[in-house]
């Protein structure tokens, strides 16, 4: 299984909340640790609708959690 | 390791187990002669029903053991819902078992179509029951593991 094209900074972005841990934020968006999980090591793309709830709860745009492609920055 | 991907291990194993103490079990018990064929139906729908109650019944305690294992030990509460990469791995297992056992199902009947004696009809379709089970656990496996 490839990696997917739809990156995150999930894991840079839940250090800077106050080391917020990967069960708080499953819980904060309504899924499981697992998928957070998943998200983080590239293996999963989220939904709409999840990558929407993502970027809600670090109250930052979709575009500043996620990008598409090789991250450049 | 995460909790599916244990729970996938230990369902796997115990598919496994089942199926095979199962088998060793009824092998003795098959109607000698086998000419008689309400006999041999009986013993067929006999087995088939057995080790479907077994099975559930099996798996839920199992289940509730991991469960009660893995709160121990990680002292983690296991997830209470599944989310959508839950639900899309349930799909991939279904497909990937489903094909399986429709596979089997097709040769089962064509056993039937070059000639060849019922039980082996039977034989075919159980064990497609069986490898369709494995491979859903598989598919659950592989993709808690890989990603989706």
């Known amino acids: ?73 | 390791m995460t909790y599916q991907e244990k729970k996938s291990i230990v369902l796997l194993i115990s598919t496994i187990i089942i199926f095979v103490s199962y088998c060793l079990y009824m092998y003795p018990h098959y109607p000698k002669g086998g000419l008689d064929l309400n006999e041999t139906y009986r013993y067929w729908g006999s087995f088939v029903l057995i080790l479907t109650i077994v099975s559930i019944v099996a798996h839920i305690i199992i289940s509730i053991i991991f469960n009660m294992i893995f709160r121990i030990t990680t002292r983690e509460k296991e997830p209470s819902f599944a989310d959508e990469l839950d639900r899309l791995i349930e799909l991939k297992a279904h497909r990937n078992s489903f094909f399986v056992f429709i596979v089997g199902f097709l040769l089962a009947m064509g056993s039937l179509i070059i000639f060849q004696p019922s039980q082996l009809m039977f034989i075919i379709l159980i064990f497609s029951g069986f490898l369709s089970d494995v491979t859903g656990s598989v598919t659950k496996l592989y993709h808690y593991r890989r990603g989706v």
Request: aromatic share 10%.
């Open chain 1, 1 to 73: 299984m490839g990696k997917n094209l739809v990156g995150n900074h999930i894991r840079k972005l839940r250090f800077n909340h106050d080391e917020m841990t990967q069960q708080q934020l499953a819980d904060k968006v309504g899924v499981t640790r697992q998928t957070i999980v998943a998200l983080e090591k590239g293996n999963y793309s989220p939904s709409l609708e999840l990558a929407f709830r993502i970027a809600l709860a670090f109250n930052l745009p979709l575009e500043k959690v996620f990008f598409y492609g090789e991250n450049t920055k």
